[in-house]
């Protein structure tokens, strides 16, 4: 006879417990002269989250709503905004957003406008995204306009955009990207730099 429990297995077993699942931190956006949201739109499909939109357009931005519900939308001239204002009321310190991106208006810098001039009002609106910039201080950015900015001025205007962006330190690319090599559906040329 032996004593009891001895020479028996066990039926209990230890279970390790598994580790917890370590879930990646949502990429927060914030979209200048969103539009109807189309970049938003393919930064949601690759996993970020829009935090701030702002367009001029009433159209725009009820679409913008409409498409991306999560995200605070504000109708208004991107001139009359405080960045400021918006970083304290989205709670972010200096650097903690992501990505910036936005394009501003391309009609003056595009070749296909009618009327193509330096002194478009609608040219100096980068200076707004520099100001975004600037209060944000985001870990990296995408500015996309039309290759047309290229050439405007003789690229003058291209590179007094750069050096603001410089002068912020971020590391700047220019790339001519092909839209409908990106999945979209339609054949234009963008300009990005990044």
Known sequence: MTARGKNKQS???LVKPEPPIQT???L???DLFSGAGGITEGF???GYECLYANDSMPEAIRTFELNHPEAWADCGHIE???PAVIRAELGLAKGELDVL???PPCQGFSINAPDRFLKDPRNKLFKDYVRFLEEFEPKTFLFENVPGLLSLGDGKVLD???AEFVRLDYHVTVKILFAAHYGK???RYVLQPR
């Open 11 to 13: 039926r209990l077993e």
């Open 24 to 26: 990646m931190p949502v």
């Open 28 to 30: 927060r956006t914030i």
């Open 44 to 46: 949601r499909q690759a």
């Open 80 to 82: 009359k905004v405080e």
């Open 101 to 103: 991106v936005g394009g």
């Open 160 to 162: 007094r955009i750069l």
């Open 185 to 187: 559906g339609h054949c």
